[in-house]
């Protein structure tokens, strides 16, 4: 099973089959407009911004799941997006990262064992804060602890990190930019 075998739907609905992005660098995250972390949007727009042109794509999967923190329908969701950051990537429709109603793209990158490197004694406390509410949303392995946690996907479609939602976008540029750069 590869990440090209999943559909996922957009904000009308429709299937939109992973495969489309073959070839493409992925940065795939969970998101929230009333999240202490949302303005790490302008962050994700900003890569975005540099490195679409050359390969990088990213997938917004707004989640109500912690703390009813994405209120409202995709299309109110998406306005919020693009008029308090104008955000220009794409952006699905609503989902559960956690729990039997999770969707099956998420299981799948929740599969991957990937460790989150939390750094910094802010960002600990914070994540353990945080974990502690999560854990009625989900324990199983690899569970999803808040809202932008975020999976980098190589051109391969092999997912080869997870950050935690503390993690801020130009905290692993670094590593989009070599993923990029490996063609």
Not at 56 to 83: N, R, S, V, W, Y
Not at 153 to 180: H, Q, W
């Amino acid at each position: 099973m590869s990440i090209y075998d999943f559909d996922v739907k957009n904000r009308a609905g429709e299937e939109v089959p992973l495969s489309d992005y073959r070839g493409k660098v992925l940065l795939i995250v969970n998101t929230a407009t009333g999240c202490g972390f949302t303005p790490q949007y302008e962050g994700l727009e900003n890569l975005y911004k540099k490195y679409h042109n050359k390969g990088l794509e990213i997938l917004d999967f707004p989640c109500d799941q912690f703390g009813h923190q994405a209120p409202g329908t995709d299309d109110e969701i998406h306005e919020f997006c693009t008029a308090k950051y104008q955000t220009s990537f794409d952006q699905f429709k609503k989902i559960e990262v956690n729990g039997d109603k999770s969707d099956a793209l998420w299981n799948y990158l929740k599969e991957q064992d990937l460790k989150e490197e939390v750094k910094g004694m802010k960002n600990k406390l914070a994540m353990g804060a945080v974990e502690k509410i999560a854990k009625a949303t989900g324990s199983e392995k690899g569970f999803i602890r808040w809202n932008f946690t975020k999976f980098l996907v190589d051109r391969e479609g092999n997912v080869v990190a997870r950050f935690a939602p503390t993690t801020k976008p130009e905290e692993f540029e670094s590593e989009v930019k070599k993923l990029i750069e490996e063609k």
